[in-house]
């Protein structure tokens, strides 16, 4: 079997694994080409299965989430309400996550297959798999400022381990980024006297409530308050703070 073979075979096995439907000789197989290609388990598909698991969780009925319809179904060219997985596949689905997972897989098979590159995870599922990963973590809620600004709310949680930190946001009014955009601060005492800048964005029309990636510019060990700041499009260096949105202190 050539390495390109073993390859296939191992995603097929690493497939079967994120489902739970290896077999104590699949389960061999797949520790061996492991060993052999020096490779392990593909983290994606892991984070794509706790993302299908937090949605089922989430919702009674058994429907594919809109917006990961959209995203599949264009890959997968098959009709949404009764997803068919291929033979040739090779992944046995198993009752845990049923067929929505099945045409996740699916759909990101054929994209490693067809064009190398790999569906991109939404902030929200990265930010379920921040909370499954460090059980720990606790959201630290957003207080808004009064004025246009008291109805904001959501919350922030971080990692100083990972460096890594979304913010679920709440009653923000949507922006034109042409005018102004919103900033986040995140003030560390310990580090410096000046907040650290958590990265510029854009609140969508029609969205009562957004999740943002936090992009640090400086690492950040001892977060004591996130602040975001209205500001010029494409930000500032540093901010006057003249238009306070909202507040998340510990």
């Not at 009925?61 to 098959?78: F, K, N, S």
Request: charged share 25%; glycine share 10%; net charge negative.
């Amino acid at each position: 079997m050539s390495r390109e073979e073993m390859l296939s075979r191992f995603e097929e096995l690493d497939a079967g694994r994120v489902l739970g439907d290896l077999d104590a000789e699949e389960s061999a197989e797949w520790s061996e080409l492991s060993r052999v290609l020096g490779v392990a388990g593909d983290a994606s598909l892991d984070l794509l299965a706790a993302e299908f698991e937090a949605t089922l969780s989430r919702d009674s009925a058994p429907a594919l989430p809109p917006g990961l319809a959209e995203r599949l179904c264009p890959v997968v060219e098959m009709p949404r309400e009764v997803p068919q997985v291929p033979e040739k596949s090779k992944v046995v689905i198993g009752p845990w996550l049923g067929w929505a997972a099945a045409a996740c897989l699916l759909g990101l098979l054929l994209i490693r297959g067809g064009t190398g590159e790999k569906a991109p995870l939404t902030a929200d599922a990265r930010r379920e798999a921040l909370l499954q990963q460090e059980a720990g973590l606790k959201g630290i809620p957003f207080v808004g400022t009064p004025g246009d600004y008291i109805k904001a709310g959501g919350e922030v949680v971080w990692s100083d381990q990972r460096q890594e930190g979304y913010m679920t946001l709440t009653g923000i009014p949507a922006n034109d980024p042409g005018r102004h955009q919103y900033q986040l601060w995140i003030v560390d005492p310990d580090r410096d006297a000046l907040p650290v800048d958590g990265g510029v964005f854009d609140i969508p029309a029609g969205q009562d409530t957004v999740v943002i990636p936090i992009d640090s510019k400086l690492a950040v060990r001892k977060p004591a308050a996130f602040v975001i700041t209205r500001e010029k499009p494409g930000g500032v260096v540093k901010s006057a703070q003249e238009v306070v949105v909202a507040i998340a202190s510990l």
